[in-house]
């Protein structure tokens, strides 16, 4: 059983900076893969970013691709995303996800774990 908390939403203008924090719990954080979504009202909850459970290979959405970075700490039983060049169309709730297998990968119904979401809003 993996417990996550997502931490670091908030307000920010166009242009500016967040980083996402998510804490596990368990003591094998390192066999799960990680994955970042996020979901605006009205829309689906859309793939964001996702690590490998070593934290050595990484895949993002092409939305997000060379302005979010997600990078895992093994030690610190924590994921993180940090986001550049934050754009009004980045305004959602932010969730990350862990999965049974230290695999990435990029859909919502591969991930078996879920936290409870950070809102993230860009002005423009």
């Known amino acids: 059983q993996v417990q996550l908390v997502e931490s670091g939403g908030g307000l920010v203008q166009a242009g500016g900076s967040l980083r996402l924090s998510c804490a596990a719990s368990g003591r094998t954080f390192s066999r799960y893969a990680m994955g970042w979504f996020r979901q605006a009202p009205g829309k689906e909850r859309e793939f964001v970013a996702s690590i490998s459970g070593s934290g050595g290979s990484t895949y993002y959405a092409d939305s997000v691709k060379g302005r979010f970075t997600v990078s895992k700490d093994n030690a610190k039983n924590t994921v993180y995303l940090q986001m550049n060049n934050l754009k009004p169309e980045d305004t959602a709730v932010y969730y990350c996800?862990?999965?049974?297998?230290?695999?990435?990968?990029?859909?919502?119904?591969?991930?078996?774990?879920w936290g409870q979401g950070t809102q993230v809003t860009v002005s423009s």
């Open positions: 996800a862990a999965r049974s297998d230290a695999s990435y990968y990029y859909t919502v119904e591969s991930y078996g774990y």
